[in-house]
């Protein structure tokens, strides 16, 4: 069970890393991109304009940890 | 071979030389200070490994249907390239430490012959650490290789890229028999994050279901963009410490200065 564990820790922190929120966010952005273009709305923006900002907040999280 | 092609090649080749220098780093520094045989032991145990998971791994991702699997690759190579972004862009306006090969050498050359020695002809520390360093580069290789290459059915493509890369690393690391401090690591790693995170969300946007204006074309305008954006973050970055500093150094002979002025 703990080898299983240890596996399933590394992959999470070889996947995820070290910000968990960032990830989330990804996940939600792209689900936003499918229920917008399952919608008929035009949706190519949604990740152009999430991926920034993620990329802003990653760096200002680590900023403020410090 | 098309502008999409060459993108995968050149990512991957970045990618996978970047990886190959930090697991030469480890080997090198493990062979010349305690045992080559077993090192390089732990680098076929680990290349072992690594070709067991591409054989397990690549014939199921393949076998997806495509818009599933580019919103999960999108979604991972998202994940993965902002966090590589984020270390380039702390680098580069020098909030964190450059990354040093030689540095690194010198630290596990130290931590090396700390360790005590082993028993026997066979070096269990040397095994472990070249195979440790290798597995964990190594993944990096085999995800980044798989995805891109599935993604775009060109496994092939992305597969020799790697290769070469590693490779090169291999040859020129044997040759000089020390780390490649003078590879531009992390202006590489600056540019792999913006690749990946350029085409993460280029195939995850496809995978949900919603169409570029331009089709492939949009990558000419997603990459540049994102590497403009980053540019600009670290530009941003600089000033506000450049302004911290100017602050501090202003406040500091202030503060020397009030006592004086209270006495008078």
């Keep these: 069970m703990s080898v299983i564990r240890r596996i399933g820790f590394e992959i999470w922190d070889f996947v995820v890393g070290d910000d968990w929120i960032n990830a989330v966010a990804v996940v939600a952005a792209f689900g936003l991109t499918a229920v917008l273009a399952g919608a008929g709305v035009t949706a190519w923006w949604v990740m152009p304009v999430a991926v920034p900002l993620l990329l802003w907040l990653s760096v200002r999280r680590v900023l403020r940890a410090r | ?264």
């Excluded at chain 2, 190594?138 to 493509?157: D, K, M, R, Y």
């Excluded at chain 2, 090169?168 to 003078?182: D, I």
Aim: one cysteine or more; a negative charge; hydrophobic letters at 55%.
């Design chain 2, 1 to 264: 071979m098309s502008g999409a092609e060459i993108g995968l090649a050149l990512s991957v080749f970045l990618a996978c030389a970047v990886e190959a220098v930090e697991a030469l780093t480890i080997v090198l520094a493990v062979g010349t200070t305690r045992s080559w045989s077993s090192a390089l032991s732990g680098v076929g145990a680990a290349t072992i490994v690594l070709c067991v998971v591409v054989a397990a791994v690549g014939p199921a991702l393949t076998s997806l249907p495509i818009g599933v699997l580019r919103l999960i690759v999108g979604g991972l190579l998202l994940i993965f390239g902002i966090q590589w972004l984020r270390k380039a862009v702390l680098r580069a306006s020098g909030l964190k430490a450059l990354h040093d090969e030689a540095a690194e050498f010198d630290e596990q050359r130290a931590a090396a012959r700390a360790a005590g020695a082993g028993g026997g002809s066979f070096d269990g520390y040397s095994f472990t650490l070249a195979f440790k360093g290798v597995l964990l580069e190594g993944l990096e290789v085999v995800f980044i290789v798989l995805t891109f290459g599935a993604n775009q059915h060109h496994v092939g493509i992305a597969a020799i890229a790697a290769g070469v890369a590693v490779a090169a690393v291999v040859v020129l690391g044997l040759a000089a028999r020390t780390p490649l401090a003078r590879v531009p690591e992390n202006t590489m790693k600056f540019a792999v994050g913006v690749m990946l995170s350029s085409f993460g969300m280029f195939w995850g946007t496809e995978g949900a279901g919603a169409s570029w204006p331009g089709s492939d074309a949009a990558l000419l305008v997603i990459v540049p963009a994102v590497a403009l954006f980053s540019i600009g973050l670290v530009w941003l970055l600089r000033r506000e410490q450049e302004t911290a500093e100017m602050s501090t150094a202003v406040s500091a002979p202030a503060a020397l200065v009030e006592p004086e002025e209270v006495r008078v």
